[in-house]
T-cell receptor, first 113, second 111 residues
Framework: NAGVMQNPRHLVRRRGQEARLRCSPMKGHSHVYWYRQLPEEGLKFMVYLQKENIIDESGMPKERFSAEFPKEGPSILRIQQVVRGDSAAYFC???????????FGEGSWLTVV | GNSVTQMEGPVTLSEEAFLTINCTYTATGYPSLFWYVQYPGEGLQLLLKATKADDKGSNKGFEATYRKETTSFHLEKGSVQVSDSAVYFC??????????FGSGTKLNVKP
């Protein structure tokens, strides 16, 4: 059973470009979470999604950031017009329906130059 | 609201020393408690968990006991190895599938 798959693992974007990060949850998992980790810091919750629904986006910046988890395909975290402060590791996690444990992917490291 | 507080690091120990990383929580309801470990450049891996009071989670020589009376879930290991050097995160999962993480504690084990 494959784990949570994230891609790309590393992404370099120039300021003003768009970054798209993809996450395929574990098989059978319908809940997806996105977290951001700045260098030498802890995890910051961004958004919690179920298929076709955003359950909690209280950690998402109000502008430039969006997330989706369509009926088919991976979850996407989209960052428009990236700035240097967006440089971070973005982790996706998933859990099964009714499950009380989340499992993390390997992360996507975004560098804005 | 729900939150997790864990001891600040870094924690530096010699190989074979005893490890304790403190974690306390605030929660409504009946949360589950977790420890995750993160090695450099990698994602978080589930280390152990406990789903109810007095449960003990254990894995790879690490243990933690869910103490409701002290709202704690301290991580312990009797004899650490250099390979245990990593960042350890305490976490809480509530009854609404939301998860709350501590700030992480970096452990350095010297040979």
């Amino acid at each position: 059973n494959a784990g949570v798959m994230q891609n790309p693992r590393h992404l370099v974007r120039r300021r003003g470009q768009e970054a798209r990060l993809r996450c395929s949850p574990m098989k059978g998992h319908s809940h997806v979470y996105w977290y951001r980790q700045l260098p030498e810091e802890g995890l910051k919750f961004m958004v919690y999604l179920q298929k076709e629904n955003i359950i909690d986006e209280s950690g998402m910046p109000k502008e430039r950031f969006s997330a989706e988890f369509p009926k088919e395909g991976p979850s996407i975290l989209r960052i428009q017009q990236v700035v240097r402060g967006d440089s971070a590791a973005y982790f996706c996690a998933s859990s099964p329906p009714g499950g009380n444990t989340i499992y993390f992917g390997e992360g996507s490291w975004l560098t804005v130059v | 609201g729900n939150s997790v507080t864990q001891m600040e690091g870094p924690v530096t120990l010699s190989e074979e020393a005893f490890l304790t990383i403190n974690c306390t929580y605030t929660a409504t309801g009946y949360p589950s408690l977790f420890w995750y470990v993160q090695y450099p450049g990698e994602g978080l891996q589930l280390l152990l968990k406990a789903t109810k009071a007095d449960d003990k989670g254990s894995n790879k020589g690490f243990e933690a006991t869910y103490r409701k009376e002290t709202t704690s879930f301290h991580l312990e290991k009797g004899s650490v190895q250099v390979s245990d050097s990593a960042v350890y995160f305490c976490a809480l999962g509530d009854n609404f599938n939301k998860f709350y993480f501590g700030s992480g504690t970096k452990l350095n084990v010297k040979p």
